[in-house]
């Protein structure tokens, strides 16, 4: 048990813990925290689609999704990667993009049309681009790019 805490402390302490002036104190602080915590900006990036896939690629075409990042605040990492439903198969992708320490991007991701699609539901090979932005606070801002694609 805490001794140094119990009521007898408190009626002891020369201060006076209960006093009215402390509570004021203790009061202002805690106001002047808060106010200080919430003056902080949340970052707000734009993740804009440049260029995105057809709807329609030739077995062995290519095409780039372009993705801007623009953001007010200084970010440590931004990076897009594709997202397959079926990898390996109808559509594919090589790697991502990525970006340190900035306030803008260019961010590319590279898709190739592999195989026919008329065996996945529907005839197309749904996949994405999904980018995010980390910042130094740990906030992380993301947004993802839904396409189909067929390939006869």
Known sequence: MLRALSPP?????PAGWGSRASRFILIALSIVLAASLSAATVPAPTITLVSGLPSEMQVGESYTVVV???SDQPFI???????LQFPGKGVV???G???TR????????????????????DGVDPLAV???VRYANGYVVS???????AVP
Do not use: Y
């Not at 402390?9 to 302490?13: I, N, V």
């Not at 991701?109 to 008329?118: D, I, Q």
């Not at 947004?143 to 694609?149: A, G, H, L």
């Open 97 to 99: 993009d990525h970006a």
């Open 77 to 83: 990492f931004a990076i897009a990667l594709p997202d």
């Open 130 to 132: 999904v980018v995010g």
């Open 102 to 121: 900035g306030t803008t991007a260019t961010l590319e991701v590279t898709f190739t049309a592999k195989s026919s699609t008329a065996e996945m539901p």
């Open 93 to 95: 992708a090589r790697g």
């Open 143 to 149: 947004e993802r790019f839904d396409f189909t694609v």
């Open 68 to 70: 801007e990042v623009d």
């Open 9 to 13: 402390f408190f009626a002891k302490h």
